[in-house]
């Protein structure tokens, strides 16, 4: 089983709607990342949080430690939201372990 | 302040060749890394660096070298290329590599082996 396990893997949606995508990992944590690679290749922190929830703009993210779970929601998505979402436990050693990504496509 | 500056952007290589993978941040950061990112994978970590003089391995470290003699620079050699190696590789910075600190990542090398 992954350490990191993320769903959907890929989600299509139009343009508006309310996205949410979930995170569960099954090591212990001190704190969870949420990144964004854009189709061009680039990745981006989007948030780092270790409890309950963070916002930046029209992303929000939450995070529950008991249940080992976080979940980054996207009101009025956009097709400029549209890229691949990475949930990472960081470590110094390992660097993650990542979750695979979910492609996110919004259409107009 | 330019953030991390990875080149080049790609590049093609012939089994057996050698080639370096310049990295390089001006934030003043402690930590460095490589990944590489393979379809249906999540990222995984090939070295580290926690500063100058300072490198470990990761998860996936054969086939690779790294060295880390200033602060700012911290190169990925491949040292006999192999197909396994084609990839898109990523070096990433932070401050200390603490687990609340934020990473920031170059934008990629997309690698080809042939």
């Known amino acids: 089983k992954n350490e990191v396990e993320q769903s959907p893997q890929n989600l299509t949606a139009q343009e508006g709607e309310f996205i949410t995508i979930n995170c569960s990992y099954s090591v212990g944590i001190s704190a969870l990342h949420w990144l964004q690679q854009h189709p061009g290749g680039g990745i981006v922190s989007l948030f780092m949080?270790?409890?309950g929830k963070k916002k930046h703009g029209r992303l929000i993210a939450t995070i529950n430690i008991q249940e080992k779970h976080s979940s980054l929601h996207i009101t009025a998505s956009h097709p400029r939201d549209s890229a691949v979402y990475i949930c990472a436990v960081p470590s110094r050693e390992r660097g993650g372990p990542f979750g695979k990504g979910t492609k996110l496509t919004v259409n107009p | 302040n330019a953030g991390v500056t990875q080149t080049p952007k790609f590049q093609v290589l012939k089994t057996g060749q050698s080639m370096t993978l310049q990295c390089a941040q001006d934030m003043n950061h402690e930590y460095m890394s490589w990944y590489r990112q393979d379809p249906g994978m999540g990222l995984r970590l090939i070295h580290y660096?926690?500063?100058?003089?300072?490198?470990d391995q990761g998860e996936v470290p054969n086939g690779y070298n790294v060295s880390r003699s200033t602060t700012e620079d911290f190169p990925l050699r491949l040292l006999s290329a192999a197909p396994s190696q084609t990839s898109v590789y990523f070096c990433?910075?932070?401050?200390?590599?603490?687990?609340?600190?934020?990473?920031?990542f170059g934008q990629g090398t997309r690698l080809t082996v042939v």
């Open positions: 660096s926690v500063g100058a003089g300072i490198t």
């Open positions: 949080l270790s409890s």
């Open positions: 990433a910075s932070s401050y200390g590599g603490r687990d609340h600190t934020e990473a920031f």
